[in-house]
């Protein structure tokens, strides 16, 4: 689900701006912004746990002066080939189009300015080089402020090495985190002593604040004192600051009970963050009961290790980079990384089928918002599933069940990446019927994107072995898809004939969810185009019916698509544009790109109907601008393209050329969002005098309207998740 934008995590291991003030470094942040103001391309390098993120991003809002800044974070990210992914998340990109995700970085910020932060890349160092010099080599408007541990090493890279707070600001930042858990700092000299020692390092000196509701500033200084004793041989000469805060985190560590320490290696298992049900299915078990999990994630939270944080799914937790890092080398020299990974895949994978179900249900949202907010989890599960031979039909499970997030939710590069990942790898004996789902999915994601050619062989593949395996769910989801291939590639007769029977097996089979509604929507756009409005109708009225029953929102917005699609015809335009705007709420909410520009092109057939050109050239300038993030615009197909063209010749006769265009470039100015608060809010067009629309076949129909067949009814499998489970 999309969201307002706000701040997030950072990979330099601190908690966001929103929950940690700021203390200090006030000649840092007019240096830095200085530095900002003479290049283009500026990297905040230091140690980690310095503070690095804080301050960029502190002084990233100062130096915006109009422009949009955009937070990506890379920490989470492991493979250097979603490093693009995790851009264009941030910058609220959907495309689904099957070009390179580059290129449609580039064609969203062409002309834009935009300061991109690019926070916690040292591991992704050539991946982000890369892509940073293209990005400000193409766009004369974007600012690139990089922060890391390391330069990216490019030319006309501004360096801005972070050094540690001075003593006097560390002590400030030490009584301030004390503050926070509820203590006064009495004890200046022996604080002063302590965040010498500590080297002035930020997150250093919150960890030891974070341990004085058990232990004075004088105990805290002489257990530390002990502990840098050991690592120099006696000695009290200064450590290399990378030691000082490993050595730091280590005293955390020795200070930790058996418990903390314990689920502290576990957490590391995670990408960026998790709830509290996460916490207790993964990291319980040997020496550490379920129930007491939550007790003793408080007690990390209280010596500042991890982080807590609101999000629209409920509270979340972040384990600090550094820390999550120290905690990882301890679960892997405790032989359990291997045992703990499977346990996060395990969850993983609990959690994409319980939402998969809950995709059909009026938890239908939450699953959607759910999912977001487990993305990187889910990102690490793949890629953990498909680089082990064993794992490999279980990524291919949790690939294909994850249709909705990328069918529904806008993510069909990514999800297409996946699947076709998933699908390259050999099925184990017994295992095939995970691999049969993947390549239906395929099938359709590849629809979506208008690339017919690999939708065609994934849906052939995957029916000639489902029936070769007597997969009768498998054979009526890829007849299903081939339907739906049919109908945007306007062979509505072969389209009608795969669609009512694949709606046949599913209704044999007992199945019922989201996708065997859509393909009675399908249906029914396959009849509006022959001219049988009645037929098509009685079909989505019928899904609308089931989907109000269960909750359903998705496939529901796209039933009332064709519902306004026949009131327009029939010459009821109101109408029309009240299910339009229903319709258009839930598919924007849901980041449904493909329902969003459908909606708005149908959107504007009625607007110019109804007596407004002008409006009407604005709304088909802001479809204009979005199908290039789509694919080809109205698949390509006669069909679906007749509407658009009556709308563009009505309104260019209404206004003339010369104003038309005007008006088309005014909408392509506007973003989606934009767009659709244009298109949903009441003054967003004016009817003063409704036109009736068409009556009759629409242009281009293949002959007469058809026999009328009755439409799937309910079946007893209301819920059932979309083509099943792995075999035992």
Excluded at 168 to 190: K, Q, S, T
Excluded at 304 to 319: F, I, N, Q
């Amino acid at each position: 689900m999309r969201g307002p934008q706000r701040p997030g995590p950072r990979g330099d291991g601190e908690p966001p701006l929103e929950l940690t003030a700021f203390v200090g470094r006030s000649a840092e942040l007019d240096a830095l912004a200085g530095a900002m103001a003479a290049a283009r391309l500026v990297t905040v390098t230091g140690a980690g746990g310095v503070g690095k993120s804080r301050l960029a991003l502190r002084a990233a809002v100062r130096a915006a002066a109009g422009a949009q800044v955009s937070t990506v974070e890379l920490a989470p990210v492991r493979d250097p080939l979603f490093v693009e992914y995790a851009v264009a998340e941030a910058l609220g990109l959907t495309d689904h189009t099957t070009r390179p995700l580059r290129e449609a970085l580039l064609g969203h910020l062409a002309g834009r300015r935009l300061l991109l932060v690019l926070d916690g890349f040292e591991h992704l160092v050539e991946a982000c080089a890369e892509l940073a010099a293209e990005l400000l080599r193409r766009l004369p408007g974007l600012r690139v402020l990089a922060v890391g541990r390391r330069p990216l090493g490019l030319a006309g890279e501004r360096l801005f090495p972070l050094a540690p707070l001075g003593t006097d600001e560390a002590v400030e930042l030490f009584a301030d985190r004390a503050r926070r858990h509820g203590a006064e700092v009495a004890d200046l000299p022996a604080v002063r002593e302590l965040c010498l020692r500590l080297e002035g390092i930020p997150l250093a000196v919150e960890l030891a604040a974070g341990r004085l509701r058990a232990l004075s500033p004088a105990q805290l200084l002489a257990r530390l004192d002990d502990r840098f004793r050991l690592l120099t041989g006696g000695g009290r000469d200064a450590l290399p600051r990378h030691r000082t805060l490993r050595t730091a985190i280590g005293w955390s560590h020795e200070l930790c009970t058996s418990a903390e320490r314990l689920l502290w290696a576990r957490l590391s298992v995670f990408a960026g963050t998790f709830d509290l049900d996460a916490a207790e299915y993964v990291c319980s078990g040997d020496g550490l009961p379920a129930e007491d999990v939550l007790d003793v994630l408080s007690e990390l939270i209280a010596q500042s290790l991890v982080t807590r944080e609101e999000a629209a799914t409920g509270p979340r937790y972040r384990m600090l980079e550094t820390v999550r890092a120290y905690g990882a080398g301890w679960l892997a020299a405790a032989g359990d990384t291997a045992r703990t990974r499977r346990r996060h895949r395990d969850w993983c994978l609990g959690l994409a089928t319980m939402c998969e179900l809950d995709w059909f249900s009026p938890r239908q949202r939450e699953a959607a918002a759910r999912i977001e907010a487990e993305l990187p989890n889910l990102r690490g599960a793949l890629d953990f599933c498909l680089s082990e031979p064993e794992e490999a039909h279980l990524g291919q499970y949790l690939a294909g069940s994850l249709w909705f997030c990328w069918a529904g939710c806008g993510r069909l590069s990514e999800g297409r990446r996946w699947l076709e990942r998933s699908v390259d790898v050999e099925p184990r004996p017994g295992y095939g019927r995970s691999r049969l789902k993947a390549l239906w999915v395929l099938g359709y994601v590849a629809i979506l994107q208008g690339d017919t050619t690999p939708a065609r062989a994934a849906l052939r593949e995957c029916r000639e072995q489902a029936e070769r395996v007597a997969d009768g769910t498998a054979v009526a989801y890829a007849e299903h898809r081939a339907g739906c291939l049919a109908l945007v590639t306007d062979d509505m007769a072969r389209a009608e004939r795969l669609l009512r029977s694949a709606l046949g097996r599913y209704q044999e089979l007992g199945e019922l969810n989201s996708n065997v509604l859509m393909s009675q929507v399908e249906l029914a756009m396959a009849r509006a185009f022959q001219g049988d409005l009645a037929d098509a109708v009685r079909l989505c009225e019928d899904v609308r019916r089931v989907c109000e029953d269960h909750g359903e929102h998705w496939a529901r917005s796209y039933a009332l698509y064709v519902l306004a699609y026949a009131s327009w015809r029939d010459g009821d335009q109101r109408r029309a544009r009240e299910l339009l705007v229903d319709c258009l709420g839930d598919v924007h909410a849901f980041d449904d790109l493909l329902g969003s520009v459908l909606s708005l092109e149908l959107l504007a057939l009625v607007t110019v109907s109804q007596g407004d050109p002008a409006g009407a050239a604005v709304l088909q300038g802001a479809a204009g601008r979005l199908w290039p993030s789509v694919g080809l615009p109205l698949f390509g197909s006669a069909y679906y393209n007749a509407p658009h063209e009556l709308c563009e010749a009505t309104a260019r006769r209404a206004v003339g050329d010369e104003r038309y265009e005007e008006l088309l470039a005014e909408g392509a100015r506007l973003d989606r969002d934009a767009a659709v608060a244009r298109a949903l809010s009441p003054g967003g067009v004016r009817p003063p005098h409704a036109v009736p629309g068409p009556r009759g076949p629409v242009p281009r129909a293949l002959g007469e309207a058809g026999k009328r067949e009755p439409a799937a009814s309910r079946t007893r499998k209301g819920g059932e998740a979309a083509g099943g489970v792995p075999a035992p």
